[in-house]
T-cell receptor, first 113, second 112 residues
Framework: SQKIEQNSEALNIQEGKTATLTCNYT??????LQWYRQDPGRGPVFLLL?????KEKRKERLKVTFDTTLKQSLFHITASQPADSATYLC????????????FGQGTELSVKP | NAGVTQTPKFRVLKTGQSMTLLCAQD?????MYWYRQDPGMGLRLIHY???????AKGEVPDGYNVSRLKKQNFLLGLESAAPSQTSVYFC???????????FGPGTRLTVL
């Protein structure tokens, strides 16, 4: 069956370091992969989208990679700040999903000052 | 633009009661979605719609019904609420083919 897995354990890092979050998937052929940020008590907010034919995408301190051979996406936050503390979700979209966008369970990131 | 709005924000039901959650978007999006989010489970898709008058089942559709009579509205109904439906419900919308998804603020539902 189709599966999306993110680091289940919370990630704790020191301010200024680079945070790296992982999204692995099985039995999917995604056309697009998206990353979202969710703060407690709020709905997720879109951060970045990467297409299947793109290896890497950057936006300010954020970088996403997409390896369709490994079936994995990595999400990096460089020079992390306490304000980056949140839960980060990956989501997959494929041509044969009929419009469905399926989310991973999310990874909680905590950046300590 | 208000974006995606959800009504109500909070609700407490007794087992067996019914209710309807309303989602509205003002971005002229084609696709709309209902998710539930439980601790440790992430977002699970309940039902979704790819256009006015269409609906489709997601991962966890049992116990819920939906309707999309107008493009801007997507209603989620619980005919006979059960304690297992206690959750936070999020509505979302986007445009195909790769549009970013916009989420509402959520509805916190408790079924006693």
């Amino acid at each position: 069956s189709q599966k999306i897995e993110q680091n289940s354990e919370a990630l704790n890092i020191q301010e200024g370091k680079t945070a790296t979050l992982t999204c692995n998937y099985t039995n999917y052929s995604p056309a697009y992969l998206q990353w979202y940020r969710q703060d407690p008590g709020r709905g997720p907010v879109f951060l970045l989208l990467i297409r299947e034919n793109e290896k890497e995408k950057r936006k300010e301190r954020l970088k996403v990679t997409f390896d369709t051979t490994l079936k994995q996406s990595l999400f990096h936050i460089t020079a992390s700040q306490p304000a980056d503390s949140a839960t980060y979700l990956c989501a997959l979209d494929s041509y044969n999903q009929g419009g469905k966008l399926i989310f991973g369970q999310g990874t909680e990131l905590s950046v300590k000052p | 633009n208000a974006g995606v709005t959800q009504t109500p924000k909070f609700r407490v039901l007794k087992t067996g009661q019914s209710m309807t959650l309303l989602c509205a978007q003002d971005m002229n999006h084609e696709y709309m979605y209902w998710y539930r989010q439980d601790p440790g489970m992430g977002l699970r898709l309940i039902h979704y719609s790819v256009g006015e008058g269409t609906t489709a089942k997601g991962e966890v559709p049992d116990g819920y019904n939906v309707s999309r009579l107008k493009k801007q509205n997507f209603l989620l109904g619980l005919e006979s609420a059960a304690p297992s439906q206690t959750s936070v419900y999020f509505c979302a919308s986007r445009n195909p083919p790769a549009g970013e998804q916009f989420f509402g603020p959520g509805t916190r539902l408790t079924v006693l």
